[in-house]
């Protein structure tokens, strides 16, 4: 669900009273977000083609160089060079597995069915 979308819910919940009124505003939330959704689908079918061969190379190219780094400064120094890995290609990652499962899948992973958060 689009954060807007899920601010309103939110803030909607907390000033209905009623639970039937309550009920009826996230059906229409949700009509909403699937509105969003299929309108958005067309950038979707673009941007997916790109976003995951960059993921798969950058983190391909990664590990490649942290193994050229660290086998270089391992024979050079005798210690293991860990290269820390970018916060930023994490990020992008993140954001291609919540379009492919979607937000509320991945939040689930990371906080567990009951809310406990494991990592």
């Not at 954060?3 to 009623?18: A, Q, S, V, Y």
């Not at 009124?21 to 969003?36: D, G, H, M, P, T």
């Not at 942290?66 to 290609?89: A, C, D, H, M, N």
């Amino acid at each position: 669900m689009i954060p807007i979308l899920d601010e309103l819910l939110k803030i909607g919940n907390k000033f209905i009273p009623d639970k039937n009124s309550q009920v009826e505003f996230e059906k229409k939330i949700l009509e909403a977000n699937q509105e969003i959704i299929k309108s958005n689908k067309p950038l979707l079918d673009k941007v997916i083609p790109i976003t995951f061969p960059l993921c798969v190379w950058t983190l391909v190219i990664y590990s490649f160089v942290q193994l050229v780094v660290g086998l270089y400064s391992l024979r050079e120094k005798g210690t293991w060079l860990e290269i820390p890995f970018p916060k930023e290609v994490s990020q992008l990652a993140f954001v291609f597995a919540c379009g492919l499962v979607g937000k509320w899948n991945i939040k689930e992973i990371f906080t567990g069915k009951k809310g406990d958060k494991w990592c």
